[in-house]
């Protein structure tokens, strides 16, 4: 497992760099072609690669239709982008959180 401390030191990568570098740009595909094909606005398909808006449920279900792969996929890289954030903002907080002792998981 990577600790906290490790990760904080990789820069978080937004599921837009990851639909930009290795779906759009793998096959050729414009981000206005990529919307059109799945009956969404041009804008919704720029934000998501500027890294201004998250990928929702209903935008994971077009782009794994699209591409073949699953919705978990997209979703997933939300997660954990969403996640690595938050636990950057959190750092200090987290530290400071005395978890459960053995003998209270043992109740």
Same mark, same amino acid.
């Given at each position: 497992? !990577?600790? !906290? ?53 209903? !935008? ?40 459960? !002792? ?6």
């Amino acid at each position: 497992m !990577t600790s !906290t401390a490790a990760r904080r030191d990789i820069a978080p990568v937004h599921p837009g760099e990851i639909l930009k570098e290795e779906f759009l740009e793998d096959y050729g595909l414009s981000q206005y072609e990529l919307a059109k094909r799945l009956g969404v606005p041009a804008p919704r398909i720029n934000a998501i690669v500027l890294g201004k808006r998250g990928i929702s449920a209903d !935008t994971a279900l077009l782009l794994a239709r699209f591409f073949g792969n699953s919705p978990e996929f997209w979703l997933n890289l939300q997660d954990h982008y969403d996640l690595q954030l938050a636990e950057g903002r959190l750092a200090g907080k987290l530290e400071q959180v005395v978890g459960l !002792t053995a003998e209270e998981r043992a109740r």
